[in-house]
């Protein structure tokens, strides 16, 4: 697993970035939302968000369910410039696999962060402390077709568990309500501009992007490599996400 320092900096280095390309993430989240929307009825709940990043999930969530209190969580201290105005939430920053929670809660959700997580087990185990019986957990992660063809030109990424395996995962603790996988393909013009998302989204953190590394002219061979390899509808070349989702109630 990727360690946490070198997320930490790469999604550092993106604040300012991430949203603009973040076009799956987003969607993620306003799916991950509507599936919530379909079980939570709790009135003003206590809410644990892993992985907030810039808030694309919070925002949804605080204007949907008016929670009593959002706890936010993120592995990059850099993410709480996001919140400084936000009501009704507190901002906690640390690796949420060993991070003590302040308290219970009646609904933790995330959105596109537990691929990076070492034992999704034992992580739904520590949720499922510090919910309620019928607690709602609401997570998004992504599957093994994600970043393929990066993968394919560099040998570089995480290794991301398949659907069944993820949904798995969280139904030792929780029973399932509601799980799904989707594929999306996203079009850019050259390689350059693929580099250049997985820059400003923080995914180089997978090592998938390790530009720092790279001569001029190795990057100059990845680009024209991705150009000839992966040109899709259009003369673009294409990049795929497999967001998969889970909501569930603790047995």
Partial sequence: MIGASTIVNRFAKAVSTYETQATVQRTAA???????????????????????????????????????????????????????NVPRTTFLPGD???????????????????????????FATRCAAVLPKDGILAVSGFGPKTLTEVRQLT?????????????????????????????????FESGWDVL????????TATGAGRTQLWTRRQLATFVTDYNRQFVGDGGKVTLTYEPFFFVGKRR
Wanted: aromatic fraction near 10%; glycine fraction near 8%.
């Fill in 96 to 122: 949420a696999q060993t991070l003590q929670w302040p308290g219970q809660f009646d609904v933790i959700v995330s959105s596109s962060a537990v691929q990076w997580f070492d034992d999704l087990r034992a």
């Fill in 155 to 187: 040998g570089y990424g995480l290794d991301y568990p398949d659907f069944d395996g993820f949904v798995a995962a969280f139904s030792e603790a929780f029973e399932p309500l509601e799980s799904e996988h989707r594929t999306c393909v996203l079009h």
């Fill in 196 to 203: 250049r998302h997985l820059k400003e989204t923080g995914v």
């Fill in 30 to 84: 306003d799916l991950l939302t509507e599936l919530l929307g379909r079980h939570l009825h709790t009135l003003a709940p206590r809410i644990l968000e892993i992985g907030c990043g810039t808030g694309l999930l919070t925002r949804q969530v605080a204007a949907r369910f008016a929670p009593s209190e959002m706890v936010l969580n993120d592995i990059c201290p850099e993410m709480e410039v996001c919140f400084t």
